[in-house]
């Protein structure tokens, strides 16, 4: 026996507990992740205010740039339309294609939807055409309108154009239509830029790129190479006023915002790489991970202290869990810590003991319940009395019943049909055995043996067999009718008889089996194999005993086989016969 002084007595919380805090990861962990969060938040709320400012400042200077040229077509269309050539309106238009390099061509249409002037920077030139341009979409619209933009072509399948047209104060003032060049917004977008590397570029309202930092974008007109910038815009529209992430052309991962530039129904979007957005949160999140290593570190150190003096009465736990859970019942854990672990050994020690006690009843309840009901081996075991299993001579009531017609079902029906329909009817008996507190001793086939006042005496017997016959042929029928589709010629008969019989345990060392022996039996069996379907039959000596208390029909003696003379035979009369 060691002489060393008792350790102190703490309980294992506080070991733990101090271990943890000495530790500093809880209020680490929880400071960095608070930290993280908040930073998070703000961060986010600053981009979305930040990339939505940009949209918008960019949605505005793109607005001002179509604005313009509107305002610069309606200087050419101040003055009514006279009959002839009018020199000083080519000179404005002339002026006009001078002041607005992004028009190729500018149309003068007078009142009455004739093509008076038409200037172009590429094609001919015409003076007084007379064509006839009122069925025209843009002329229609400005009369209409004031102004109207006309839908984003691409010419020459690369180059973005739109018309514009603008209608003078006065009818008579006539219609200024511009082809405009939509490349040169190119100044634009490229002069826009968010943060270091972020970028904006314009949508029309199909989805077609129409500016973008990257020209050749746009004159490529790939709508398969843009569909990233189109699926960015539908999320950002999704949730409106909060930049989304998503994807570029580049498959880069973006934080982007939109805002919309009213008349053209177009969008401007406005995005900004994620590792830029949130590179500040990231930074943060170093710091704390760094933090996070150094107080895990100290961490396991303290953890490498602690688990060292408590390896031992681990070890030992476990080597005495392992024994008692490979059904060592009678091992016992031995531990003098003076802490949760003595504590917890003793109660696994009281846990072996209940546990061997308990497998030794379930053993014994297991090996009854092989040959008698449940309720009667739960009563064997409780009184610890198995002389009630012992061969002996006493008055008792066989009931044997059958299913009629099983047979010729069996022969037709499916394998699995067969079971199941056994399990089901075989459930049935067994609620209505078990109800009746009788004891049923073995299935066969379709048949089954049922004993009355043995092995546990009980009040009238000859009663109680026939009432559960009775509740047997209703809960048979009711299964059979649920069972319609199966067989309809499938039935159900009981016969039963009192008398004298040798009941007791019988068979080898291997099977048990409690069961009665005599004339009773047989008599018993001969009523139920004559019994028809819906039928209770009974012998002379049950029916007297019952007497008037159940109704019950003498039927003509009949002789049975086995027997010489003609047996006196009784039916039960069942509600709901038909």
């Known amino acids: 026996m060691s002489n060393k002084p008792a350790a102190p007595r703490i309980s294992l919380f506080w070991k733990y507990f101090l271990a943890l805090f000495a530790a500093v990861v809880v209020p680490l962990l929880f400071a960095g992740s608070v930290e993280a969060w908040f930073g998070y938040r703000d961060q986010r709320t600053g981009l979305n205010n930040m990339l939505d400012a940009e949209a918008r400042g960019a949605a505005a200077k793109i607005q001002d740039f179509i604005e313009g040229i509107r305002d610069q077509l309606g200087w050419a269309v101040l003055l009514p339309w006279p009959e002839s050539a009018d020199e000083k309106r080519r000179l404005d238009a002339f002026l006009v294609l001078r002041q607005v390099p992004a028009i190729e061509s500018l149309s003068l249409v007078d009142a009455a939807g004739r093509e008076r002037l038409f200037l172009s920077r590429i094609g001919l030139n015409r003076i007084e055409s007379g064509r006839d341009q009122s069925g025209e979409p843009a002329v229609a619209g400005a009369r209409s309108h004031r102004t109207w933009f006309g839908p984003v072509t691409f010419q020459r399948g690369s180059e973005p154009f739109m018309t514009i047209a603008v209608a003078g104060n006065r009818p008579s003032a006539g219609v200024a239509m511009a082809e405009v060049n939509l490349k040169l917004i190119w100044d634009v977008i490229s002069a826009i830029q968010v943060g270091r590397t972020g970028e904006a570029f314009v949508l029309d309202r199909p989805g077609r790129l129409i500016a973008h930092p990257d020209i050749s974008l746009v004159l490529r007109a790939d709508e398969a190479a843009t569909k990233p910038l189109r699926d960015l ?27 919309p530039i009213s008349g053209v129904d177009w969008s401007v979007i406005v995005k900004q790489p994620v590792v830029e957005a949130f590179g500040p949160i990231y ?14 570190g100290l961490a396991a150190m303290l953890a490498y202290w602690l688990s060292r003096r408590m390896v031992e009465p681990i070890m030992l736990l476990e080597d005495g869990v392992g024994r008692i859970g ?9 531990l003098e810590t003076g802490d949760e672990f003595e504590r917890l050994a003793t109660r696994f020690n009281e846990m072996a003991s209940e546990l061997a006690v308990s497998q030794e009843r379930s053993e014994r309840i297991n090996r009854l319940k092989r040959f008698l009901a449940p309720q ?19 008055d008792v009531v066989v009931a044997f019943c059958d299913l009629r017609g099983f047979t010729a079902f069996s022969a037709r029906a499916e394998p699995e049909t067969v079971i199941g329909m056994l399990g089901d009817y075989y459930s049935t008996l067994e609620t209505v055995v078990a109800t009746h507190g009788a004891t049923l001793t073995n299935f066969s086939g379709d048949g089954a043996m049922v004993l ?19 509740d047997m042929q209703i809960g048979v029928h009711e299964l059979l009718a649920s069972r319609h589709s199966l067989d309809h010629r499938l039935g159900f008969g009981v016969g039963l008889a009192m008398g004298p019989a040798t009941v007791g345990r019988i068979g080898s060392e291997g099977r048990l089996d409690y069961t009665a022996i005599g004339n009773v039996v047989n008599l018993a069996s001969r009523l139920c194999s004559i019994a028809d379907d819906f039928e209770v039959l009974c012998d002379r000596a049950a029916a007297q005993s019952v007497g008037s208390r159940l109704p019950l ?19 039960l009369v069942v509600a709901g016969k038909a």
Do not use: Q
Not at 251 to 259: D, R, S, Y
């Open 376 to 394: 009667v081996a739960e009563l064997v075991e409780r009184t610890g009395d198995d002389h009630l299993l012992d061969g002996r001579r006493v």
């Open 452 to 470: 009355f006042n043995a092995p546990v005496p009980c009040d009238d017997p000859a009663l109680g067999a026939l009432e559960m016959a009775r």
């Open 233 to 259: 815009r539908a999320s950002i529209l999704t949730r409106p006023g909060e930049a989304i992430a998503g994807r570029d052309v580049t498959g880069g991962k973006v934080l982007a915002a939109t805002a």
């Open 283 to 296: 930074a943060a999140l170093w710091r704390t991970i760094a933090l996070l290593i150094a107080g895990a």
């Open 553 to 571: 029909v003498a039927l003509e003696a009949r002789v049975l086989k086995g027997y010489d003379r003609p047996v006196a035979i009784y039916s």
């Open 326 to 334: 490979a059904g060592h019942f009678e091992h016992r854990i031995h």
